[in-house]
């Protein structure tokens, strides 16, 4: 795990923080290892709850990805996409 800062917005409260803190520390651990896609896509919902625009979570994106490397659009994608697959216990994992 590297060392940087989660985007954070000082207009949130602290529920509406730690959701988007556990959903982001989501998308670090589909890249770092893997994660149950039923358990992400909760985090998800919950994030969506605090970032309900697109362009505020692809402007979240683009922070995020500039400091840590990993990208939301591309575990939301696929997360979709697996979401999609009658596979059952599925693991989301980006190499």
């Known amino acids: 795990m590297q ?3 989660y985007p954070i917005d000082s207009d949130w409260s602290t529920d509406e923080t730690v959701k988007v803190v556990e959903f982001l520390a989501a998308v670090e ?4 290892s893997s994660m149950d896609v039923k358990e992400f896509s909760i985090k998800y919902q919950k994030f ?3 970032v309900t625009s697109i362009s505020g979570e692809k402007q979240l994106d683009k922070v995020f990805q500039s400091e840590s490397g990993y990208s939301i659009y591309q575990a939301v994608k696929l997360m979709k996409e697996l979401n999609k697959t009658e596979t059952k ?6 190499n």
């Open 3 to 5: 060392n940087y800062a």
């Open 48 to 50: 969506k709850e605090v």
């Open 29 to 32: 651990q589909v890249y770092e």
């Open 89 to 94: 216990n599925k693991k989301m994992r980006i």
